[in-house]
């Protein structure tokens, strides 16, 4: 196992290795396997491909990002312009129902509202709109129609895990009610936990998971 000093010296490479990443400006702290950065960057999707970066680290037990964005003089653009970006990028995107999704934006943070069938769909909408210059941060808050009942739900991300041939499927516990998700148990690292939370996510009928796996040896 990783001390704290090993995992923030890798945590620094990686972020180092990452090409679409300005770590110069990024502070690294690790306590008990959680990583905290902190500091400023240029643009959203930065912020956003920090944290892949981290989750890409094998020993990290969790991550605090208390990074802010702050724009670089290219990036900044007028509310208008960048609703009107999320507007074209969310019609151009072949998986997203952008008759579904409205958009808002105040001060650089973009809103997402609306209601969807799938969960990809959620996701890819959010994708669509991390990318654009002058985004400062964004609230998602697309819900899922429910099209299936709990027990379903269950045996779905049940299957989903045993299907996918994760080590730890059979110490994760799955609680339903509604189209909410809890998860419980033991995974081995943060990826395998992640990876989880995706397969719960894409079940039919989830509006959100709850995650409380616990990272152990």
């Known amino acids: 196992m990783k001390t704290d000093s090993q ?11 990452d ?3 300005n770590a110069t400006g990024i502070g690294v702290m690790v306590t008990d396997g959680v990583v905290t950065l902190t500091g400023h960057l240029n643009s959203f999707a930065e912020k956003e491909a920090v944290e892949r970066a981290i989750q890409r680290v094998d020993g990290v037990r969790g991550i605090a990002l208390e990074l802010d964005v702050k724009l670089a003089a290219e990036h900044k653009r007028s509310d208008s312009e960048i609703a009107q970006a999320a507007a074209t990028s969310l019609r151009l995107n072949s998986l997203v129902p ?5 958009v808002l934006v105040e001060n650089g943070w973009v809103t997402l509202s609306g209601e969807v069938d799938w969960s990809y769909q959620l996701v ?3 994708q669509c709109i991390r990318p654009l210059a002058g985004v400062h941060g964004l609230y998602n808050r697309i819900t899922i129609k429910p099209r299936a009942s ?7 991300i049940t299957a989903a ?4 041939a994760m080590r730890e499927a059979r110490h994760i516990s799955v609680e339903v009610e509604g189209g909410v998700v809890t998860l419980k148990g033991t995974v081995h690292s943060l990826a395998e936990r992640e990876a989880a939370v995706g397969a719960a996510f894409s079940a039919q009928g989830v509006s959100r998971v709850v995650d409380k796996l616990k990272i152990g040896a």
């Open 7 to 17: 995992l923030k010296a890798n945590v620094i490479d990686e972020l180092a290795w």
């Open 19 to 21: 090409p679409a990443i």
């Open 98 to 102: 952008y008759d579904k999704i409205k």
């Open 124 to 126: 890819r909408a959010e």
């Open 150 to 156: 709990g027990r379903n739900i269950g045996e779905q």
């Open 161 to 164: 895990l045993t299907r996918q």
